[in-house]
């Protein structure tokens, strides 16, 4: 135990497990608790959908934050589908796959650099993006549309400029999730997905992008809850010594802040708890602990009980807490330093998804058309955003339909003389979604086919439409492109 540790009182030492957190709470204002903690040492806080109504709102409530400590102010802002600044509305950002489909470095450095300047006017210090995740699994759960593609070198030179984009507004990059959650097909949010890959295999594929961002100066990264047998053993990284200080801290040579996941997500919390998630990942390397919507205010001093009572007993050296309040001091001074003026991109998400958006097959005007869009279940990590046509085709009738209860023949009846668009999101994942499109187009092969997340499932022959994700820049750019 250090001399400072060792000498000084039990409230430093609560000061110092204090600010390795990152705390949430529900609702759009600060609640007394969050305030008083900031005031004695709390790392900082994560925001949600929830916490967020309008810009204005979410600069007042940062604004608080700040007048009650010096908080990290964080959230996942990803563009796409993971967006919390237009949680309730959809992202007028396209996410990485449209962009990664276009393979412009420029664009996407300035659709990032905008999603920046946005978060810059709110108060928003640290933004847990990029996904730097080389999506290799076609049917992963939890990345897909969130990453910039399947190849290593798209994905690398995509993180960087992501990556320096943010950075210019001001804002820190999160850059994740560390080792790489790409090849998995398993949701790190209900059980430890695994990475089945050798370590050879993790330097060719998964951790060139963390190499590139490194190198291009990224503030923070998060760590996954994988579990990377040929590294970590039967510990998902975001507890592992071998891959945060081994992997990351060593042989990559990464000395700045690592961000945990969320510790809420059951790949922690159903194996060793959520506090003694918290103590073994501040042993492995971490910093700060993302410890996600779910704990309360007694859980979080639960947490605080526990990494001081892992100190006092030898468990976590307090030497830990001191390199990651050192580490988080510094990021904190960067949030100060000044960026060059912005340059207005209002429109820059909307001409990146323009530019991602492909038509193939026959087309022709739409007449009287009905759009059927085929519902699929959120996803923890997206939350339920609103995603789809309306109101963006108001000459369009749009249903919203699930798979399993949709009635083709219904559905042909209503279609009679008109245009028929059928809508799906990731239909290579939802066997359902692919046999209602096939009954649809066997009988109108004039069908438009709209796939609003990875293209993968292509049926034959049909006009088919892709978008590369669901936000509503993405379709908005769709709707522009069937209504011409």
């Known amino acids: ?45 994560t925001l949600f959908g929830f916490n967020v109504a309008d810009p204005a709102q979410l600069s007042a409530l940062t604004s608080r934050l700040r007048d009650a400590g010096d908080p990290v102010i964080s959230l996942d802002e990803e563009g796409g ?46 933004d847990m993006a990029p996904s730097a995740d080389v999506n290799t699994a076609d049917d992963n759960p939890v990345i897909g549309t969130r990453s910039f593609g399947s190849d290593t070198g798209l994905v690398s030179r995509h993180t960087v400029a992501a990556v320096q984009g943010l950075q210019s507004a001001g804002v820190a990059a999160c850059v ?33 992008p963390f190499r590139a961002a490194i190198e291009a100066g990224t503030m923070s990264i998060m760590t996954a809850h994988v579990r990377v047998p040929s590294v970590t053993g039967t510990e998902p990284a975001t507890l592992s010594a071998a891959a945060l200080g081994g992997l990351l801290r060593g042989e990559l040579g990464y000395d700045g802040v690592i961000v945990t996941d969320a510790l809420d997500m059951h790949a922690i919390t159903e194996s060793v708890g959520l506090a003694g998630g918290a103590v073994l990942s501040l042993a492995a390397g971490a910093d700060l602990l993302c410890l996600g919507p779910l704990p309360t205010q007694a859980d ?44 207005e991109e209002s429109l820059i998400g909307l001409t990146a998804a323009r530019r991602a958006v492909t038509l193939t097959g026959p087309s022709s005007p739409l007449v009287d058309p009905l759009v059927v869009e085929m519902e699929t279940p959120p996803t923890i990590a997206v939350g339920d955003v609103p995603w789809g046509f309306s109101p963006l085709m108001p000459q369009a009738e749009v249903v919203r339909v699930k798979p399993e209860e949709a009635d083709v023949p219904n559905i042909l009846e209503r279609a009679s003389g008109r245009s028929l668009v059928v809508v799906v999101k990731d239909a290579h994942r939802y066997e359902i ?40 820049a993405n379709a908005q750019a769709a709707a522009e492109l069937l209504s011409i």
């Open 1 to 45: 135990m250090s001399e400072l540790i060792a000498a000084s009182s039990d409230q430093v030492l609560r000061r110092l497990a204090a600010g390795t957190l990152l705390v949430a709470f529900q609702g759009t204002t600060a609640p007394d608790w969050v305030l008083h903690d900031l005031e004695n040492g709390l790392g900082g806080v």
């Open 81 to 126: 589908d993971v967006t919390r600044l237009a949680y309730h509305v959809g992202s007028p950002y396209p996410g990485n796959a449209a962009l990664g489909a276009v393979d412009d470095v420029e664009l996407t450095r300035r659709v990032y650099r905008s999603i920046g300047d946005d978060l810059a006017r709110c108060g928003i210090n640290l």
């Open 176 to 208: 994740k999730h560390f080792p790489g959650h790409g090849a998995t097909r398993q949701d790190s949010h209900l059980e430890i997905p695994l990475v089945d890959a050798s370590v050879e295999l993790l330097r060719e594929r998964e951790l060139v």
């Open 300 to 343: 979080v001093r639960a947490i605080v009980d526990e990494i001081v009572a892992a100190v006092r007993d030898g468990r976590l050296p307090a030497e830990r807490l001191e390199a990651s309040a050192a580490r988080v001091a510094k990021l904190r001074s960067w949030f100060g330093t000044p960026q060059p003026e912005r340059a």
């Open 433 to 472: 979604s692919q046999s209602v499109v096939s009954a649809v187009l066997a009988a109108r092969p004039d069908t438009t086919v709209v796939e609003m997340g990875l293209p993968i499932w292509r049926p034959k022959g049909a006009t088919y439409l892709a978008t590369y994700g669901a936000a509503r």
